[in-house]
């Protein structure tokens, strides 16, 4: 089955500090990755994609990922948290096959001043 | 920046009334999308919709769900029968042209059956 896992509930980090959320997947031939974020009373907002190409991806906020493909994860990170970088954080796979996006559970990120 | 807008951002029904959300996608986008969202659990997508005709669904998406895109602006899923169960968050979701293209996510309606 073509899942997402997110197996920590929440991160605590000081400011300043740098952070890691991670995600791994399961899916079949190549996928198409994501990370978006959720601040209270919001949509989800779109941070960074990998589709192919450089395993390394910037996105907003001055947010990264890294791919990789042989441990099949997709982690989040960012060299100095801040604390407004508090808040839900959802990966999300698309299968090269379908149009729609598959979540994982969510982490709730908290940054400590 | 252009924004997926939805309303109303809770709506609260009697079991077995039947309910419309509203969403007004992103202009130029062309690819629209449900997930729902409930209570402690994940985002599950539920369909999505291109060229007037749903393309893709899933299991939740039963006969009791449908979706429409009435004018050339608002795109809307309608449940028929609400259920206890319904309850959740549901997000409207659009996406330019491109295979590669991100979904850009309004920011939800909180359906409470009662």
């Known amino acids: 089955a073509q899942s997402v896992a997110q197996p920590e509930d929440q991160v605590n980090v000081a400011e300043g500090n740098p952070l890691t959320v991670k995600c791994t997947y399961s899916v079949s031939g190549n996928p198409y990755l994501f990370w978006y974020v959720q601040y209270p009373n919001r949509g989800l907002q779109f941070l960074l994609k990998y589709i192919t190409g450089d395993n390394l991806v910037k996105g907003s906020y001055g947010f990264e990922a890294e791919f990789n493909k042989s441990q099949t994860s997709f982690h989040l990170k960012k060299p100095s948290a801040l604390v407004s970088d508090s808040a839900l954080y959802f990966c999300?796979?698309?299968?090269?096959?379908?149009?729609?996006?598959?979540f994982g559970t969510g982490t709730r990120l908290q940054v400590f001043p | 920046e252009p924004e997926v807008t939805q309303t109303p951002s809770h709506q609260v029904t009697q079991m077995g009334q039947e309910v419309i959300l509203r969403c007004v996608p992103i202009?130029?986008?062309?690819?629209f999308y449900w997930y729902r969202q409930i209570l402690g659990q994940k985002v599950e997508f539920l369909v999505s919709f291109y060229n007037n005709e749903i393309s893709e669904k899933s299991e939740i998406f039963d006969d009791q769900f449908s979706v429409e895109r009435p004018d050339g602006s608002n795109f809307t899923l309608k449940i028929r029968s609400t259920k206890l169960e319904d309850s959740a968050m549901y997000f409207c979701?659009?996406?330019?042209?491109?295979?590669?293209?991100?979904?850009?996510f309004g920011p939800g309606t909180r359906l409470t059956v009662l």
């Open positions: 979701a659009s996406r330019e042209a491109g295979v590669y293209n991100e979904q850009f």
């Open positions: 202009s130029n986008h062309l690819y």
């Open positions: 999300a796979v698309r299968p090269y096959n379908t149009d729609k996006l598959i």
